[in-house]
């Protein structure tokens, strides 16, 4: 869900990819997306970064109750 999200924000869709990872020994998502396209993703302020996260919690819940967080990396 987050990858297909984040396909239409940016202009090279063909190098995002979102895998399952850890963030400090908790479960997260880690958005793979070209170095480019990396501010559109995050957004002014980490507002599209931000977006995501909300959009990740209600599908999957809050961190603490064993939901997903998400990071984007290069």
């Given at each position: 869900?987050?990858?297909?999200?984040?396909?239409?924000?940016?202009?090279?869709?063909?190098?995002?990819?979102?895998?399952?990872?850890?963030?400090?020994?908790?479960?997260?998502?880690?958005?793979?997306?070209?170095?480019?396209d990396?501010?559109?993703?995050?957004?002014?302020?980490?507002?599209?970064?931000?977006?995501?996260?909300?959009?990740?919690?209600?599908a999957?819940?809050?961190?603490?109750?064993?939901?997903?967080?998400?990071?984007?990396?290069?």
């Amino acid at each position: 869900m987050v990858a297909r999200i984040a396909r239409a924000m940016v202009e090279h869709p063909e190098e995002v990819s979102a895998t399952l990872g850890e963030d400090r020994g908790e479960p997260c998502v880690d958005l793979m997306v070209a170095e480019s396209d990396r501010g559109q993703v995050i957004g002014r302020g980490g507002r599209g970064a931000h977006a995501l996260r909300i959009l990740l919690r209600a599908a999957t819940g809050p961190r603490s109750a064993g939901g997903l967080g998400l990071r984007v990396v290069d």
